[in-house]
């Protein structure tokens, strides 16, 4: 073997290493991001588990809230305007590149089924319920920062005093943010906050909907909102290089986890719409609006 050899040999598997790991990640991000907006539609969005349940939800039908699935043909997405925000209408937005927008839609699909799921499902089958709690205690703890940011700049400084004191109590009680202590014992409660939420607070409109392939829905604030949330998320620092497998590995993980405690969420919105597409914009338009009211 010549003297270059080991050195190859080492970039071929740490490059190996780094496209499994992110086809992995960007396709669980895929199947999460559609069934999650629907999933949370009408979560109030308070931390008390927002995106970290705590609970085993059945995968009926019964397992999602009731999303209402009004059928609205694609040209009545017009561009938003003061006036129909807060008509009492509902939320609405455009849709200039709906062709692109549902061709990324059956992509996201087919990876939800073909990749997502199954992982999912085996990783249900394999940890027990009380170690993916502990997981998912640990993941939104760990995202403190993300919330107390926000919210201070969205002038919420009561809430981002809680989101402080939630971080203290469960690091060091609740043994590095294992278990809610915070919440358990004491009762305190935060609030979700992002990026994209606080760009919305400044009167920043969300423009077209648009989907990203695996990322799913968003518009281009809130895209821009969470590559912000990026710069917040201690994770994001674990490498030099965003795209190092360990970092891509430990965000793989995360999505997983949550996502196994909602299989069965989108494959319900689905049943239950005529058309899933429009299903899905409506559930993610009325998500976001929702928590910009808060």
């Known amino acids: 073997m010549s003297r270059q050899g080991p050195t190859r040999y080492r970039e071929s598997i740490s490059f190996a290493g780094l496209t499994v790991c992110l086809v992995f990640l960007l396709s669980l991000s895929l199947g999460l991001s559609p069934a999650h907006g629907a999933a949370t539609a009408?979560?109030?969005?308070?931390?008390?588990?927002?995106?970290?349940?705590?609970?085993?939800?059945?995968?009926?039908?019964?397992?999602l809230a009731p999303v209402t699935v009004k059928e609205k043909p694609s040209d009545e997405y017009g561009d938003v305007t003061e006036e129909t925000a807060t008509s009492g209408e509902g939320p609405t937005i455009a849709d200039p590149i709906e062709p692109w927008?549902?061709?990324?839609?059956?992509?996201?699909?087919?990876?939800?089924?073909?990749?997502?799921?199954?992982?999912?499902?085996?990783?249900?089958y394999v940890i027990p319920e009380t170690f993916r709690i502990i997981f998912s205690n640990f993941y939104e703890n760990i995202m403190m920062p993300v919330r107390f940011v926000n919210n201070l700049l969205q002038g919420k400084p009561d809430y981002a005093g809680r989101e402080l004191v939630r971080f203290v109590i469960n690091s060091t009680v609740g043994v590095a943010g294992f278990r809610d202590v915070a919440k358990d014992g004491f009762g305190i409660t935060g609030r979700k906050a992002d990026f994209g939420q606080t760009l919305g607070k400044y009167g920043i409109g969300s423009g077209f909907y648009i989907v990203w392939p695996i990322l799913g829905p968003s518009n281009p604030r809130d895209t821009v909102g969470w590559v912000g949330?990026?710069?917040?998320?201690?994770?994001?620092?674990?490498?030099?290089?965003?795209?190092?497998?360990?970092?891509?590995?430990?965000?793989?993980?995360?999505?997983?986890?949550?996502?196994?405690?909602?299989?069965?969420?989108?494959?319900?919105?689905?049943?239950?719409?005529?058309?899933?597409?429009?299903?899905?914009r409506d559930a993610y338009v009325q998500y976001r609006k929702k928590l910009l009211e808060q």
Do not use: C
């Open 101 to 124: 927008n549902r061709a990324m839609y059956h992509f996201n699909d087919k990876f939800y089924f073909w990749l997502l799921k199954p992982t999912a499902q085996g990783y249900k």
């Open 229 to 280: 949330d990026l710069f917040l998320k201690p994770t994001t620092y674990l490498s030099s290089e965003w795209l190092d497998p360990e970092p891509i590995a430990i965000t793989a993980h995360e999505k997983v986890n949550y996502f196994s405690f909602h299989i069965g969420d989108y494959e319900a919105l689905k049943k239950a719409a005529i058309d899933p597409y429009i299903a899905i």
């Open 42 to 63: 009408t979560d109030p969005g308070i931390t008390t588990g927002e995106g970290f349940p705590k609970a085993e939800k059945p995968a009926d039908e019964t397992s």
